[in-house]
């Protein structure tokens, strides 16, 4: 080979491989930084894997997340290395325990504690859960921790369960489950110091929106999880029952309750198949937390405790729209991370835009707020922009002369997931950008390679880029369409993640508005549309590389080897354009394809038409897929195929119903039977531990679990 062209393939095979590794390592959600040398591990079985390196190769997101999930708030947890300790506690000494009722304290200083309002029976866990807080320095870390905070909160979350009418001592639920943190998010999405799930949240009157988050917000949340509670007692009778449905849902304790014939939160514990192995460990340990709380000198937490924080009392006072929490925090000369965490409900660490908002300070800084008030500056400055669906945020920078890391820092915008429908940002009334300059200005059109589709009379053919905002149930809702029939359109398997940068074709009205819909939809004209798999898709991509395609006539001894040194190409980069093993030996005489730039033209053909052969017959009318009209209504329920009355499937590629299970999630189990009714077979999900539980009647009420119940400790 002539040494300037073995240099140039050994610079290409260099930037093959760190392409590569670039590839694999690099993260995957915009703008996040590369994972340092030092980064957290996890353990999985015997391995300690890179907490970062795994979020990069999942997306940034959660472990196990649902096709249909575009966004998750990430977890955090300050004890979280406490919480391990615990968990393993549990795991080594109480694995196979199951709490079997004790006659009495089975020690005398157990008998000498001071009992809580809440009944006490002695069990077996609870007695080694206050072994593990008085006598193990794991333990004794951990309740120290939370005793230290408690006392900064425990003055405002009393009263309150006072008022709903429950036992006051119900605030160690909350010990359990944050450690009275009003930050911590659990990686099931429960959050909050009571840890709800944002269904049940809802139920309960706090809202949950892009700027705020009322989980977080440490008296709405405390009135709602007492409100929960007693509602729960009220269904159950006993608190030991109500702090199982707490932790598990009230929906599978029915079920037990259901299938044992016992009502008995203890009885429940020992049959077999009864409640959650968490569950029988959640309510004894809460009893536990109960007893420490109430006998504090036994636990050596007392008043005496070094570090405790002092109790916070704070006032409300209102500012403009889109005030920065830092920016209050520096008017009264006070720790910006206190104030983040009094107002823990505003994601985005300033008050939402389009509104004066109620913010609290300590109450010793209420003179100095009134003093410098008028030096706080709220979304004067900036201005307001209401997404539209399958909107980026670049896009959104060059329109408004702005630009992305502008966006991010007034936004504080850390996913892309983030960027649903109507969700307002705020935008630099100026723009910051150090040049003068907006962003780029228009990108090049989009390549449309599709599958063939041939639209009716009555519609038009329009694309939509996928964004990492976009979901199965967002898409289906934004064009009115349903899910499968952008599936068979656009032969995509159901069961795989849309990608960021797919161009997606689906049909429409002709009457379709986009911009009345708020989503963002490419005429024809707009896209380079071509034929998936096409000679015409296939060299367009080349094109971008500087390459063409050409076809080889193999000569006698020749292998993939050899040819390859022929064009810079590897043997691996021949077996995979052609579909070859990488050890065949083509016949003499073969054409195969090759990609080369200009300079390696020299001895080749014109290239044979693409494997799937696309372009071998081109479509009529009367060899065209037949496609279902799409409804005047546009409301068709996920899961039902082919046209409008047919009950037959609809045709397409190999992505149809009855050869791929459509997808399931909350929210997406419904289907219609022939009469119409919705029907639902699916098993259930425990809302918080995100652990399966048994299929439930959907009929019935006393088997519907409320949706979303908060998280169980540990989780937090």
């Known amino acids: 080979m002539p040494a300037p062209l073995r240099r140039r393939r050994e610079r290409q095979t260099l930037r093959s491989w760190a392409l590569g590794v670039l590839t694999l390592f690099q993260p995957l959600v915009v703008g996040a930084a590369p994972a340092p040398a030092d980064e957290a591990r996890e353990r999985v079985g015997p391995l300690r894997v890179s907490t970062g390196g795994r979020d990069s190769v999942r997306g940034g997101r959660p472990d196990g997340a649902s096709i249909h999930e575009s966004h998750a708030s990430r977890s955090h947890d300050p ?17 196979g325990v199951r709490p079997t009722i004790i006659d009495a304290a089975p020690e005398p200083w157990m008998a000498a504690l001071q009992l809580p309002d809440l009944p006490v029976r002695w069990n077996q866990q609870t007695v080694a859960y206050l072994k593990y807080f008085r006598d193990d320095p794991r333990g004794q870390a951990l309740i120290k921790g939370w005793i230290r905070r408690m006392s900064r909160y425990e003055h405002i979350l009393r009263p309150i369960l006072k008022e709903v009418g429950v036992p006051e001592d119900l605030v160690f639920v909350a010990m359990a489950e944050s450690g009275f943190n009003p930050k911590v998010r659990s990686r099931v999405g429960a959050a909050g110091m009571w840890q709800f799930m944002e269904g049940t949240g809802r139920v309960y009157g706090l809202e949950h929106d892009y700027w705020v988050d009322e989980r977080h917000d440490i008296e709405r949340a405390t009135y709602a999880a007492a409100t929960y509670l007693k509602d729960l007692r009220v269904r159950f009778g006993s608190w030991e029952m109500a702090l199982a449905g707490f932790n598990a ?3 599978l304790v029915m079920t037990s309750v259901s299938r044992a014939n016992s009502n008995n939160f203890w009885a429940l514990c020992e049959v077999e198949s009864g409640l959650p192995h968490a569950t029988t460990m959640y309510v004894p340990k809460i009893i536990a937390a109960a007893l420490v709380g109430r006998n504090r000198a036994v636990f050596g937490v007392g008043p005496e405790l070094q570090g405790t924080l002092p109790p916070l009392r704070w006032a409300q006072v209102e500012v403009g729209p889109a005030t920065s929490i830092a920016t209050v925090a520096k008017t009264i000369d006070e720790d910006p991370a206190l104030l983040e965490e009094i107002n823990a409900q ?8 389009g509104r004066r908002y109620p913010l609290r300070i300590p109450r ?46 007034l936004n504080d915008l850390d996913d892309l997931a983030e960027l649903e429908r109507d969700t307002v940002l705020l935008v630099p009334a100026r723009s910051d950008n150090k040049t003068g300059k907006p962003d780029a200005g228009p990108r090049p059109r989009p390549r449309a390679a599709v599958p063939q589709l041939a639209a009716g009379p009555e519609q038009r053919r329009v694309f939509f880029e996928v964004t990492r905002a976009t979901t199965p149930r967002g898409l289906s809702e934004a064009f009115g369409v349903p899910w499968e029939r952008i599936v068979a359109w656009n032969d995509l398997d159901p069961q795989a993640r849309l990608q960021p ?12 508005d986009a911009r009345a819909a708020r989503v963002v939809a490419l005429e024809v004209a707009q896209v380079d549309l071509m034929v998936r798999g096409s000679r015409e898709h296939l060299e367009a ?24 040194k022929k ?21 003499p005489g073969t054409i195969i394809v090759v990609y080369v730039d200009r300079a390696h033209e020299r001895g080749t053909v014109p290239a044979p038409p693409p494997r799937n052969n696309t372009e071998a017959e081109p479509p009529s009318p009367a060899t065209e897929p037949r496609i279902a009209d799409v409804p005047s209504a546009m409301d068709a329920e996920p899961g039902s195929v082919g046209a409008p009355g047919s009950g037959e499937p609809e045709p397409g590629g190999p992505s149809t119903e009855d050869r791929n299970k459509l997808p399931g999630k909350q929210g997406w189990s419904k289907s219609r039977s022939k009469d119409g009714a919705s029907k639902s077979g699916k098993s259930g999900k425990d809302s918080k531990s995100g652990k399966k539980s048994e299929p439930r009647k959907a009929s019935s009420p006393e088997h519907t679990r409320l949706p979303g119940a908060p998280a169980e400790a540990g989780d937090g």
């Open 79 to 95: 004890d979280a290395g406490q919480r391990e300790d615990l968990a393993t506690f549990e795991r080594e000494q109480l694995a």
């Open 249 to 251: 849902g009230y929906g």
């Open 346 to 353: 505003l994601l985005r660490k300033r008050t939402p835009p």
């Open 364 to 409: 010793t800084k209420l003179r100095a707020f009134e003093q410098g008030a008028g030096r706080i500056s709220s979304e004067g400055d900036t201005r307001q922009h209401s997404v539209r669906y399958g909107e980026t945020l670049a896009e959104i920078a060059r329109q408004l002369g702005t630009t992305e890391p502008a966006l991010r820092r």
């Open 501 to 512: 940068g797919q161009v997606l074709q689906l049909l429409v009205p002709r009457s379709f």
């Open 541 to 564: 991509s080349l094109r971008e590389r500087g390459l063409t395609r050409r076809g080889y006539h193999v000569r006698k001894n020749e292998d993939l080897q050899k040819i390859g």
């Open 567 to 587: 064009f810079d190409l590897s043997d691996g980069d021949l077996a995979r354009i052609n579909g070859f093993a990488r050890d065949h030996r083509p016949s």
